[in-house]
Protein backbone atom coordinates (compact mmCIF):
# COMPACT_ATOMS: atom_id res chain seq x y z
CA UNK A 1 0.00 0.00 0.00
CA UNK A 2 2.88 2.26 0.44
CA UNK A 3 2.86 3.63 -3.19
CA UNK A 4 -0.51 4.30 -2.74
CA UNK A 5 -0.11 6.46 0.43
CA UNK A 6 3.29 8.46 -1.37
CA UNK A 7 0.60 9.34 -4.28
CA UNK A 8 -2.43 9.98 -1.95
CA UNK A 9 0.61 12.57 0.43
CA UNK A 10 1.23 14.26 -3.16
CA UNK A 11 -2.27 15.42 -3.67
CA UNK A 12 -3.76 18.50 -2.68
CA UNK A 13 -6.78 18.02 -0.93
CA UNK A 14 -9.70 20.65 -0.94
CA UNK A 15 -11.55 21.72 2.11
CA UNK A 16 -15.03 19.74 1.98
CA UNK A 17 -17.42 22.28 0.56
CA UNK A 18 -21.06 22.06 -1.29
CA UNK A 19 -19.24 23.88 -4.76
CA UNK A 20 -20.53 25.80 -7.06
CA UNK A 21 -23.32 25.15 -9.54
CA UNK A 22 -21.98 25.91 -13.28
CA UNK A 23 -23.29 29.62 -14.35
CA UNK A 24 -23.65 28.72 -17.83
CA UNK A 25 -26.17 26.05 -16.26
CA UNK A 26 -28.61 28.54 -14.48
CA UNK A 27 -30.58 29.12 -17.65
CA UNK A 28 -30.73 26.40 -19.02
CA UNK A 29 -34.31 24.95 -20.24
CA UNK A 30 -33.55 20.88 -20.08
CA UNK A 31 -31.42 19.24 -17.46
CA UNK A 32 -30.36 15.90 -18.28
CA UNK A 33 -29.20 13.65 -15.25
CA UNK A 34 -26.78 10.79 -15.45
CA UNK A 35 -24.89 8.44 -13.38
CA UNK A 36 -23.45 5.01 -12.89
CA UNK A 37 -26.17 2.94 -11.23
CA UNK A 38 -26.37 3.32 -7.66
CA UNK A 39 -25.20 6.90 -7.41
CA UNK A 40 -28.58 8.44 -6.67
CA UNK A 41 -29.08 10.27 -9.90
CA UNK A 42 -33.22 9.43 -9.72
CA UNK A 43 -32.24 11.31 -6.36
CA UNK A 44 -30.50 14.05 -7.48
CA UNK A 45 -32.89 14.59 -10.52
CA UNK A 46 -35.59 14.98 -8.06
CA UNK A 47 -33.80 16.99 -5.63
CA UNK A 48 -33.10 19.71 -8.51
CA UNK A 49 -36.33 19.72 -9.80
CA UNK A 50 -37.28 21.02 -6.46
CA UNK A 51 -34.79 23.04 -6.42
CA UNK A 52 -35.60 24.77 -10.11
CA UNK A 53 -39.42 25.02 -8.45
CA UNK A 54 -38.22 26.85 -5.45
CA UNK A 55 -37.16 29.60 -7.75
CA UNK A 56 -40.82 30.18 -9.09
CA UNK A 57 -40.40 27.87 -11.98
CA UNK A 58 -43.29 25.50 -13.24
CA UNK A 59 -41.05 22.20 -13.65
CA UNK A 60 -41.26 18.66 -15.85
CA UNK A 61 -39.50 15.99 -13.89
CA UNK A 62 -38.95 13.30 -16.25
CA UNK A 63 -38.54 9.80 -15.86
CA UNK A 64 -37.69 7.42 -19.41
CA UNK A 65 -36.43 3.63 -18.14
CA UNK A 66 -39.75 3.17 -17.04
CA UNK A 67 -39.03 2.01 -13.24
CA UNK A 68 -41.43 4.24 -11.83
CA UNK A 69 -39.20 5.54 -9.18
CA UNK A 70 -40.25 9.13 -9.20
CA UNK A 71 -43.56 7.93 -7.78
CA UNK A 72 -41.87 5.71 -4.62
CA UNK A 73 -39.70 8.95 -3.84
CA UNK A 74 -42.33 10.92 -4.11
CA UNK A 75 -44.59 8.05 -2.09
CA UNK A 76 -47.59 8.36 -4.54
CA UNK A 77 -49.30 5.59 -6.91
CA UNK A 78 -47.69 4.71 -10.12
CA UNK A 79 -47.23 7.86 -12.79
CA UNK A 80 -49.51 7.62 -15.77
CA UNK A 81 -47.50 8.60 -18.85
CA UNK A 82 -48.92 11.98 -18.98
CA UNK A 83 -48.02 15.41 -17.27
CA UNK A 84 -49.03 14.75 -13.12
CA UNK A 85 -48.45 17.39 -10.64
CA UNK A 86 -46.50 16.46 -7.51
CA UNK A 87 -45.53 19.69 -5.65
CA UNK A 88 -47.22 23.14 -5.34
CA UNK A 89 -44.57 25.51 -3.80
CA UNK A 90 -44.80 28.57 -2.01
CA UNK A 91 -43.98 31.39 -4.58
CA UNK A 92 -46.09 29.56 -7.26
CA UNK A 93 -43.52 27.29 -8.78
CA UNK A 94 -44.84 23.47 -9.04
CA UNK A 95 -42.95 20.09 -10.14
CA UNK A 96 -45.13 17.58 -12.33
CA UNK A 97 -43.57 14.51 -13.03
CA UNK A 98 -43.86 12.45 -16.80
CA UNK A 99 -43.18 9.15 -16.39
CA UNK A 100 -42.67 7.75 -20.36
CA UNK A 101 -43.46 4.98 -21.27
CA UNK A 102 -41.94 3.61 -24.90
CA UNK A 103 -45.48 1.53 -26.28
CA UNK A 104 -47.59 4.94 -25.57
CA UNK A 105 -44.85 7.10 -27.17
CA UNK A 106 -44.55 5.48 -30.47
CA UNK A 107 -48.61 5.02 -30.59
CA UNK A 108 -48.47 8.86 -29.96
CA UNK A 109 -46.05 9.48 -32.43
CA UNK A 110 -48.07 7.74 -35.18
CA UNK A 111 -50.89 9.57 -34.89
CA UNK A 112 -49.21 12.74 -34.60
CA UNK A 113 -46.81 12.22 -37.80
CA UNK A 114 -48.43 9.51 -39.55
CA UNK A 115 -52.27 9.96 -38.66
CA UNK A 116 -52.35 6.47 -37.98
CA UNK A 117 -53.68 6.70 -34.30
CA UNK A 118 -56.25 3.60 -35.43
CA UNK A 119 -53.29 1.12 -37.07
CA UNK A 120 -51.29 1.65 -33.87
CA UNK A 121 -54.08 0.36 -31.89
CA UNK A 122 -54.16 -2.40 -33.79
CA UNK A 123 -50.64 -3.25 -34.00
CA UNK A 124 -50.14 -3.05 -30.69
CA UNK A 125 -52.86 -6.17 -30.61
CA UNK A 126 -50.65 -8.30 -32.40
CA UNK A 127 -46.78 -7.00 -30.36
CA UNK A 128 -45.76 -5.21 -33.21
CA UNK A 129 -44.56 -2.64 -30.85
CA UNK A 130 -42.33 -4.95 -29.15
CA UNK A 131 -40.89 -6.50 -32.56
CA UNK A 132 -40.38 -2.73 -34.13
CA UNK A 133 -38.47 -1.34 -30.72
CA UNK A 134 -36.27 -4.86 -30.61
CA UNK A 135 -35.48 -4.89 -34.65
CA UNK A 136 -34.72 -0.92 -34.39
CA UNK A 137 -33.23 -0.13 -30.57
CA UNK A 138 -32.21 3.40 -31.36
CA UNK A 139 -35.76 3.73 -31.83
CA UNK A 140 -36.31 4.02 -28.38
CA UNK A 141 -34.04 6.41 -27.66
CA UNK A 142 -35.51 8.79 -30.38
CA UNK A 143 -38.98 7.97 -29.77
CA UNK A 144 -37.81 9.33 -25.63
CA UNK A 145 -36.42 12.59 -26.84
CA UNK A 146 -38.22 13.49 -29.14
CA UNK A 147 -41.16 13.27 -26.10
CA UNK A 148 -39.32 15.30 -24.35
CA UNK A 149 -38.07 17.85 -26.98
CA UNK A 150 -42.21 17.80 -27.75
CA UNK A 151 -42.54 19.00 -23.81
CA UNK A 152 -39.76 21.58 -23.82
CA UNK A 153 -41.60 23.12 -26.48
CA UNK A 154 -45.22 22.78 -25.58
CA UNK A 155 -47.07 26.12 -24.94
CA UNK A 156 -50.00 26.97 -23.52
CA UNK A 157 -53.23 28.57 -24.85
CA UNK A 158 -52.00 32.14 -24.52
CA UNK A 159 -48.28 30.84 -26.78
CA UNK A 160 -45.96 30.72 -23.45
CA UNK A 161 -44.19 27.73 -22.90
CA UNK A 162 -45.71 25.54 -20.82
CA UNK A 163 -42.68 24.42 -18.79
CA UNK A 164 -39.65 27.05 -17.70
CA UNK A 165 -37.37 23.71 -17.05
CA UNK A 166 -37.25 19.92 -17.81
CA UNK A 167 -35.38 17.44 -15.76
CA UNK A 168 -34.81 14.05 -16.95
CA UNK A 169 -34.06 11.36 -15.07
CA UNK A 170 -31.67 9.55 -17.90
CA UNK A 171 -30.32 6.19 -18.86
CA UNK A 172 -27.02 5.47 -16.71
CA UNK A 173 -23.72 7.01 -18.35
CA UNK A 174 -22.84 3.63 -20.14
CA UNK A 175 -25.75 4.41 -22.08
CA UNK A 176 -26.12 8.35 -21.96
CA UNK A 177 -24.41 8.94 -25.07
CA UNK A 178 -26.13 6.97 -27.10
CA UNK A 179 -29.36 7.95 -25.63
CA UNK A 180 -28.46 11.60 -26.79
CA UNK A 181 -26.64 10.77 -30.09
CA UNK A 182 -30.21 11.03 -32.01
CA UNK A 183 -28.60 12.23 -34.93
CA UNK A 184 -26.50 8.80 -35.33
CA UNK A 185 -29.44 6.91 -34.62
CA UNK A 186 -31.71 8.28 -37.29
CA UNK A 187 -29.12 7.41 -40.11
CA UNK A 188 -29.73 3.88 -39.29
CA UNK A 189 -33.21 4.31 -39.50
CA UNK A 190 -34.37 6.86 -42.18
CA UNK A 191 -33.00 8.94 -44.35
CA UNK A 192 -35.49 11.25 -44.71
CA UNK A 193 -39.65 11.99 -43.93
CA UNK A 194 -40.93 12.75 -40.83
CA UNK A 195 -39.13 10.74 -38.90
CA UNK A 196 -35.67 12.14 -39.90
CA UNK A 197 -37.05 15.74 -39.51
CA UNK A 198 -38.21 15.23 -36.07
CA UNK A 199 -34.78 13.53 -34.93
CA UNK A 200 -32.59 16.70 -36.73
CA UNK A 201 -35.25 19.29 -34.63
CA UNK A 202 -34.24 17.00 -31.31
CA UNK A 203 -30.56 16.83 -31.98
CA UNK A 204 -30.27 21.13 -32.67
CA UNK A 205 -32.38 21.17 -29.28
CA UNK A 206 -29.93 18.48 -27.10
CA UNK A 207 -26.64 20.35 -28.72
CA UNK A 208 -28.14 23.80 -27.99
CA UNK A 209 -27.10 26.29 -24.75
CA UNK A 210 -30.40 25.15 -23.78
CA UNK A 211 -29.68 21.59 -22.41
CA UNK A 212 -26.93 20.32 -20.28
CA UNK A 213 -26.08 17.11 -19.27
CA UNK A 214 -25.30 16.36 -15.22
CA UNK A 215 -23.53 13.51 -13.88
CA UNK A 216 -23.93 11.95 -10.22
CA UNK A 217 -20.83 9.89 -8.66
CA UNK A 218 -19.49 8.29 -5.57
CA UNK A 219 -15.95 8.81 -3.95
CA UNK A 220 -15.47 5.59 -5.25
CA UNK A 221 -13.15 4.23 -8.12
CA UNK A 222 -15.60 2.56 -10.72
CA UNK A 223 -18.20 5.31 -10.41
CA UNK A 224 -15.51 8.24 -10.91
CA UNK A 225 -13.83 6.36 -13.77
CA UNK A 226 -17.59 5.96 -15.58
CA UNK A 227 -18.16 8.88 -14.73
CA UNK A 228 -14.65 10.56 -16.11
CA UNK A 229 -15.51 8.20 -19.13
CA UNK A 230 -18.83 9.89 -20.00
CA UNK A 231 -17.81 13.39 -19.77
CA UNK A 232 -15.04 12.35 -22.76
CA UNK A 233 -17.52 10.68 -24.91
CA UNK A 234 -19.75 13.62 -23.89
CA UNK A 235 -17.47 16.13 -24.81
CA UNK A 236 -16.16 14.03 -28.14
CA UNK A 237 -20.50 14.51 -29.17
CA UNK A 238 -20.40 18.26 -28.49
CA UNK A 239 -22.99 18.27 -25.71
CA UNK A 240 -22.71 20.32 -22.89
CA UNK A 241 -21.54 19.49 -19.73
CA UNK A 242 -23.31 20.87 -16.39
CA UNK A 243 -22.30 19.76 -12.70
CA UNK A 244 -20.40 17.10 -11.44
CA UNK A 245 -22.53 15.99 -8.44
CA UNK A 246 -20.50 13.89 -6.03
CA UNK A 247 -22.96 12.28 -3.93
CA UNK A 248 -23.19 10.56 -0.29
CA UNK A 249 -20.09 13.15 1.08
CA UNK A 250 -19.84 12.17 4.71
CA UNK A 251 -17.37 14.55 6.69
CA UNK A 252 -13.81 13.24 7.59
CA UNK A 253 -13.34 11.74 10.74
CA UNK A 254 -9.67 11.33 10.99
CA UNK A 255 -7.10 14.18 10.77
CA UNK A 256 -5.92 14.00 7.22
CA UNK A 257 -1.86 14.77 8.35
CA UNK A 258 -2.82 11.18 10.34
CA UNK A 259 -4.93 9.46 7.95
CA UNK A 260 -2.24 7.88 5.74
CA UNK A 261 -0.34 6.56 8.73
CA UNK A 262 -3.22 5.02 9.93
CA UNK A 263 -4.35 3.45 6.99
CA UNK A 264 -0.51 1.70 7.13
CA UNK A 265 -1.37 0.61 10.26
CA UNK A 266 1.14 3.04 12.32
CA UNK A 267 -1.37 4.18 14.99
CA UNK A 268 -0.70 5.09 18.62
CA UNK A 269 -3.04 3.00 20.18
CA UNK A 270 -1.67 3.66 23.90
CA UNK A 271 -2.99 7.69 22.88
CA UNK A 272 -6.33 6.37 21.91
CA UNK A 273 -6.65 4.00 25.20
CA UNK A 274 -5.59 7.26 27.09
CA UNK A 275 -7.98 9.65 25.33
CA UNK A 276 -10.49 6.99 25.73
CA UNK A 277 -10.44 7.04 30.00
CA UNK A 278 -10.22 10.73 29.85
CA UNK A 279 -13.54 10.65 28.50
CA UNK A 280 -14.91 7.66 30.85
CA UNK A 281 -14.34 5.16 27.82
CA UNK A 282 -12.55 2.00 29.63
CA UNK A 283 -12.22 -1.03 26.61
CA UNK A 284 -11.28 -4.64 27.15
CA UNK A 285 -7.81 -5.27 25.16
CA UNK A 286 -10.22 -7.00 22.69
CA UNK A 287 -12.78 -4.14 22.09
CA UNK A 288 -9.68 -1.79 21.86
CA UNK A 289 -8.21 -4.32 18.92
CA UNK A 290 -11.34 -4.40 17.49
CA UNK A 291 -12.01 -0.28 17.63
CA UNK A 292 -8.24 -0.03 15.66
CA UNK A 293 -8.78 -2.54 13.29
CA UNK A 294 -12.06 -0.45 12.38
CA UNK A 295 -10.15 2.72 12.50
CA UNK A 296 -7.59 1.58 9.91
CA UNK A 297 -10.10 -0.02 7.75
CA UNK A 298 -11.63 3.60 7.69
CA UNK A 299 -8.83 5.34 7.19
CA UNK A 300 -7.96 2.99 3.67
CA UNK A 301 -11.70 3.62 2.00
CA UNK A 302 -11.08 7.54 3.37
CA UNK A 303 -7.78 7.21 1.18
CA UNK A 304 -9.24 5.77 -1.28
CA UNK A 305 -12.05 8.56 -1.18
CA UNK A 306 -8.95 11.39 -1.65
CA UNK A 307 -7.78 9.58 -4.99
CA UNK A 308 -11.24 9.51 -6.01
CA UNK A 309 -11.37 13.15 -5.67
CA UNK A 310 -8.10 13.64 -7.38
CA UNK A 311 -8.86 11.79 -10.45
CA UNK A 312 -12.28 14.11 -10.37
CA UNK A 313 -10.60 17.44 -9.92
CA UNK A 314 -8.46 16.80 -13.10
CA UNK A 315 -11.53 16.86 -15.20
CA UNK A 316 -12.57 20.13 -16.32
CA UNK A 317 -16.03 20.63 -14.96
CA UNK A 318 -18.27 21.92 -12.25
CA UNK A 319 -18.35 20.18 -9.20
CA UNK A 320 -21.13 20.15 -6.48
CA UNK A 321 -21.41 17.80 -3.36
CA UNK A 322 -24.46 16.36 -1.66
CA UNK A 323 -24.57 14.93 1.58
CA UNK A 324 -25.33 11.69 2.88
CA UNK A 325 -29.19 11.83 4.25
CA UNK A 326 -28.90 10.10 7.66
CA UNK A 327 -32.41 8.49 7.70
CA UNK A 328 -32.59 7.24 4.08
CA UNK A 329 -34.00 8.47 0.91
CA UNK A 330 -37.60 9.70 1.11
CA UNK A 331 -39.12 12.79 0.24
CA UNK A 332 -37.84 15.09 3.32
CA UNK A 333 -34.33 13.74 2.10
CA UNK A 334 -35.16 15.29 -1.56
CA UNK A 335 -35.84 18.35 0.20
CA UNK A 336 -32.87 18.66 1.94
CA UNK A 337 -30.76 17.61 -0.79
CA UNK A 338 -32.94 20.41 -2.59
CA UNK A 339 -31.79 23.06 0.04
CA UNK A 340 -28.18 22.07 -0.33
CA UNK A 341 -28.19 22.53 -4.37
CA UNK A 342 -30.33 25.30 -3.65
CA UNK A 343 -26.58 26.97 -1.99
CA UNK A 344 -24.84 25.44 -5.08
CA UNK A 345 -26.31 28.35 -6.91
CA UNK A 346 -28.71 25.56 -9.05
Known amino acids: MSGVVNEVENVERPNAGIGEWPVQARDGRLHFVSGKGGTG ?7 LALTLASNGKKVLLVECEERQGIAQLFDVPPLPPTDTELVAMDGGGSVWALALQIEHALLEYLDMFYNLGFAGRAIKKVGAIDFVTTVAPGLKDVLVTGKIKERVIATTKQGERLYDAIVVDSPPTGRIGNFLDVTTAMRDLAKSGPIRNQSESVAALLHSPDTWVHLCTLLEAMPVQETIEAVAELRAKDLNIGAIVINRVNPAYLPEDEADAIAEGRIDSRRIEKSLAEVGVHLSDDDLAGLLTETIDYAARLQAQYIARAELDDVDAAQVELPTVEH ?18 A
Open 328 to 345: GVDLGAIYELSAVLKKTG
Open 41 to 47: KTTVAAA
